[in-house]
């Protein structure tokens, strides 16, 4: 539960994980949080737009649909450290998602990834507004084919580890059922 600041008004977490696997309704619930804020709420969109992908404009379409008008929406693709600082406070930031943010950095090789992931974090830490961050559940149970899989695999698992952390509220969404995991879990202890 959140602490109540002095003048009356309910605080949101600074930081919100939600995660769970495709097509479980992550985002619909990281955007019931968002709404409940109270904030002024700010879309970061990671995703590419990829407009001759019909499928991918359908659920691109389904997203904005679900969206209030009065939310802002910047695509930022990439470039989501630099989008959360230009957050200012009384608005939300809803991040959707962490691993399309990933997958327009998976050909980094690791000392420039480590870098990245630096800059996000350090964004993150500064950012003036609380953040919603969707991210998605990867290799529950099969071993990506290819490195590419794999790659995106182990940098989005280590990446939420890591953000996890600092989280002040963590959301698992499975099922249409949403899981406060902060509540109902332990954290693992650090592995060598």
Excluded at 8 to 18: A, D, F, S
Excluded at 67 to 91: S, T
Excluded at 107 to 119: F, I, K, V
């Amino acid at each position: 539960m959140a602490a109540e600041p002095p003048n009356g008004e309910q605080r949101h977490p600074r930081l919100t994980l939600v995660s769970g696997p495709s097509r479980g309704g992550k985002s619909r619930w990281a955007e019931h949080l968002a709404d409940a804020s109270g904030q002024t709420v700010i879309y970061l969109a990671t995703g590419p737009s990829l407009p001759d992908d019909d499928a991918w404009q359908e659920r691109l379409r389904r997203h904005r649909l679900r969206r209030p008008p009065a939310w802002g929406c910047r695509e930022v693709g990439g470039e989501l450290a630099a989008a959360l600082g230009r957050l200012q406070e009384g608005q939300l930031g809803l991040v959707d998602s962490l691993g399309t943010w990933v997958a327009a950095h998976l050909e980094l090789e690791a000392p420039d990834w480590r870098l990245r992931c630096d800059e996000l974090l350090s964004a993150i830490g500064t950012c003036p507004a609380p953040l919603v961050v969707v991210c998605e559940e990867t290799g529950w149970g099969v071993v990506p084919a290819t490195a590419s899989g794999s790659r995106f695999r182990d940098r989005l698992g280590a990446l939420q580890e890591t953000l996890q952390a600092h989280c002040e509220a963590s959301w698992l969404v499975l099922q249409g059922r949403a899981v406060d995991l902060l509540a109902l879990s332990q954290p693992v202890p650090p592995g060598s």
